[in-house]
């Protein structure tokens, strides 16, 4: 069965960096694209990066361009979200999540990994 | 970028009875939009896509409508499985790819 599996949360300090991974199974990676979305404590759900199947797209929403970059591995099919510059309002569980083969919408989920910036 | 506003914030309704939530996009966003259920401490799911069709093993009782600007997400008889949190997505005028703010069912 389909299965993405988020790591790498933690606390930071703020204007520090932290790598989350998400390391999927289940599925032919290669050929999915992969979002994250992030979701601030007792908060609705924000998109923050996608990454093409083959890694040659990539897009941020403004609230993370150029902190944020996105790059996957599927050799490891393992897609990863560097966030650099951390801001406390950057605290948030992230989930990944595979976009559907047939449309842009998001077809599978993992469990989240929680970031907390704090001094 | 395409706005997405959900009504009511929160609904009461009894158990057996039918809940309907609302999903307005500030223009039109056809028919590609997505809801997704979220119970406490659990990653979303999907639940509707292409306003209307139902993910895989998604009950009956759960059903999509709407095109264009207005859509909803129709519960016809709340089980208490189905109290949660739902979102409405738009995944047309992307990027970036756009939620509702969420409306929570709970508990009369």
């Known amino acids: 069965q389909v299965q993405l599996l988020e790591s790498g949360g933690g606390v930071v300090q703020p204007g520090k960096s932290l790598t989350l991974s998400c390391a999927a199974s289940g599925f032919p990676f290669s050929n999915y694209a992969i979002h994250w979305v992030r979701q601030a404590p007792g908060k609705g759900l924000e998109w923050v990066a996608v990454?093409?199947?083959?890694?040659?797209?990539?897009y941020f929403p403004d609230s993370v361009r150029g902190r944020f970059s996105i790059s996957r591995d599927n050799s490891k099919n393992t897609v990863y979200l560097q966030a650099n510059s951390l801001r406390p309002d950057d605290t948030a569980v992230y989930y990944c999540?595979?976009?559907?083969?047939?449309?842009?919408?998001?077809?599978?989920w993992g469990q989240g990994t929680l970031v907390t910036v704090s001094s | 970028e395409t706005v997405m506003t959900q009504s009511p914030v929160t609904l009461s309704v009894s158990p057996g009875e039918r809940a309907t939530l609302s999903c307005r996009a500030s223009q039109s966003v056809r028919s590609n939009v997505a809801w997704y259920q979220q119970k406490p401490g659990q990653a979303p799911r999907l639940l509707i896509y292409?306003?209307?069709t139902r993910a895989t093993d998604i009950p009956a009782r759960f059903s999509g409508s709407g095109s264009g600007t207005e859509f909803a997400l129709t519960i016809s008889s709340l089980q208490s499985e189905d109290f949660a949190v739902y979102y409405c997505?738009?995944?047309?005028?992307?990027?970036?790819?756009?939620f509702g703010q969420g409306t929570k069912v709970e508990i009369k």
């Open positions: 292409d306003a209307s």
């Open positions: 997505q738009q995944y047309i005028d992307w990027p970036p790819w756009t």
């Open positions: 990454i093409s199947s083959l890694g040659n797209n990539r």
């Open positions: 999540a595979r976009e559907a083969g047939g449309g842009y919408y998001f077809d599978h």
